[in-house]
């Protein structure tokens, strides 16, 4: 299956280490992996897995102590850090759990805020990105709306459009469904398996473990290690569980 697809995220021996005081922390303890193309991902850990310093890592917003990180090709552990705002730019359409947006701006503005800085786009062609990436995630009727004019799922589909707009090589998604109520989760991640349908690469971390039964593949962290890494077999459909849930109640 993977013969034929482009590797995007390769991690090789991968350590991190942090001085803290006279102590030494081994955040992570030499994790390696292949993320191919078209992949749906989920990494989870519970508090001190050492899942946040992967994702710094994966996010070209930290660089390993030892070990090499190669972005869709790219070695990234000796990058300038000017270099590696740059490849990340390009290369990862991130999603936070708190949305990142900016308050004063519309939802097309904040769509079109990562191609500010890509030169290969005139304010044109930055605009005609953004409302088809806005189009993409059901908001069209929502271009020119503020972030105080939409509920909390209709700003997370702006940040989702937003990590769209470039064409990343890898969607990276930081809890992005932990500020969310039940019925609005699972709208995200419908809409996240339709972007893995269409072979959208998909890294999902979160410390929720029901989140993996959605997701093509699963990757445990445990003390900064691996302790599974596991290809989902039966991939349940996050439509189907929306539709299962009960009609919301009028207050």
Same mark, same amino acid.
């Given at each position: 299956?993977?013969?034929?697809?482009?590797?995007?995220?390769?991690?090789?021996?991968?350590?991190? +280490?942090?001085?803290?005081?006279?102590?030494?922390?081994?955040?992570?303890?030499?994790?390696?992996?292949?993320?191919?193309?078209?992949?749906?991902?989920?990494?989870?850990?519970?508090?001190?897995?050492?899942?946040?310093? #992967? #994702?710094?890592?994966?996010?070209?917003?930290?660089?390993?102590?030892?070990?090499?990180?190669? /972005?869709?090709?790219?070695?990234?552990?000796?990058?300038?850090?000017?270099?590696?705002?740059? #490849?990340? +730019?390009?290369?990862?359409?991130?999603?936070?759990? %708190?949305?990142?947006? /900016?308050?004063?701006?519309? @939802?097309?503005? +904040?769509?079109?805020?990562? #191609?500010?800085? +890509?030169?290969?786009?005139?304010?044109?062609?930055?605009?005609? @990105?953004?409302?088809?990436?806005?189009?993409?995630?059901?908001?069209?009727?929502?271009?020119?709306?503020?972030?105080?004019?939409?509920?909390?799922?209709?700003?997370?589909?702006?940040?989702?459009?937003?990590? !769209?707009?470039?064409?990343? $090589?890898?969607?990276?998604?930081?809890? @992005?469904?932990?500020?969310?109520?039940?019925?609005?989760?699972?709208?995200? /991640?419908?809409?996240?398996?339709?972007?893995?349908?269409?072979?959208?690469?998909?890294?999902?971390?979160?410390h929720n473990p029901e989140i993996a039964q959605y997701s093509s593949r699963n990757i445990m962290l445990r003390?900064?290690?691996?302790?599974?890494?596991?290809? %989902?077999? %039966?991939?349940?459909?996050?439509?189907?569980? !929306?539709? $299962?849930?009960?009609?919301?109640?009028?207050?």
């Open positions: 299956m993977k013969d034929n697809k482009r590797v995007v995220i390769e991690l090789q021996d991968v350590r991190r +280490n942090f001085k803290v005081g006279s102590e030494v922390v081994h955040a992570l303890r030499g994790i390696s992996f292949k993320i191919y193309e078209g992949e749906f991902v989920t990494i989870m850990g519970t508090s001190g897995s050492g899942k946040s310093t #992967l #994702l710094n890592q994966l996010g070209c917003l930290d660089t390993p102590t030892s070990g090499e990180y190669y /972005l869709d090709g790219t070695p990234v552990r000796k990058m300038k850090r000017s270099e590696r705002a740059v #490849l990340r +730019n390009r290369k990862i359409g991130f999603v936070f759990q %708190n949305y990142n947006l /900016l308050p004063k701006t519309t @939802a097309v503005e +904040n769509v079109e805020l990562p #191609l500010m800085y +890509n030169t290969k786009y005139n304010a044109k062609q930055r605009r005609e @990105a953004a409302v088809k990436a806005l189009q993409a995630v059901g908001l069209g009727e929502r271009l020119e709306h503020k972030s105080n004019q939409m509920s909390g799922g209709q700003m997370q589909r702006v940040a989702i459009a937003r990590a !769209l707009v470039n064409d990343p $090589a890898v969607i990276l998604a930081d809890e @992005a469904t932990g500020n969310l109520d039940t019925r609005t989760s699972f709208e995200m /991640l419908v809409l996240f398996q339709r972007l893995h349908k269409e072979g959208r690469t998909i890294i999902f971390v979160t003390d900064g290690k691996i302790r599974e890494d596991q290809i %989902n077999e %039966n991939i349940q459909s996050a439509a189907e569980a !929306l539709a $299962a849930l009960p009609a919301p109640q009028d207050d």
